[in-house]
């Protein structure tokens, strides 16, 4: 069974940088696409980005491109998300999910049912 863990969630101000970490165990981690979405009460879980199994294509949305930053490291079984200039709206509790190689998988990786597996989210809070 494969388990993701986030860690790295904290307080930070805004204007700083928060690097988010998911440590993968129990599948075959480089098989697996990643994507990051973040949650706040009373809404959906939104997309932040993802990065394909190898780590040749990355994706995001408009409201954090430029800012957030994901990658992976094959070896170590581990992806990240690198969040830069970060704003009072990126208060969020922040998961990462991984969802093996699919043919469609550019149809899915903004939503959530595009993935197979998640974590148990980390709260990253900005305060201004």
């Known amino acids: 069974q494969v388990t993701l863990v986030e860690a790295g969630g904290g307080l930070v101000q805004a204007g700083d940088s928060l690097r988010l970490s998911c440590t993968a165990s129990g599948g075959p981690f480089s098989s697996f696409h990643m994507g990051w979405f973040r949650q706040t009460p009373g809404k959906e879980r939104e997309f932040v980005a993802a990065i394909t199994s190898s780590g040749s294509r990355t994706y995001y949305p408009n409201s954090v491109k430029g800012r957030f930053t994901v990658s992976r490291d094959n070896a170590k079984n581990m992806a990240y998300l690198q969040t830069d200039s970060v704003k009072a709206g990126d208060t969020a509790v922040y998961y990462c999910?991984?969802?093996?190689?699919?043919?469609?998988?550019?149809?899915?990786?903004?939503?959530?049912?595009?993935?197979?597996?998640w974590g148990q989210g980390t709260q990253g809070t900005v305060t201004s």
């Open positions: 999910a991984g969802a093996p190689r699919r043919s469609d998988w550019n149809s899915y990786y903004r939503r959530v049912v595009g993935y197979d597996f």
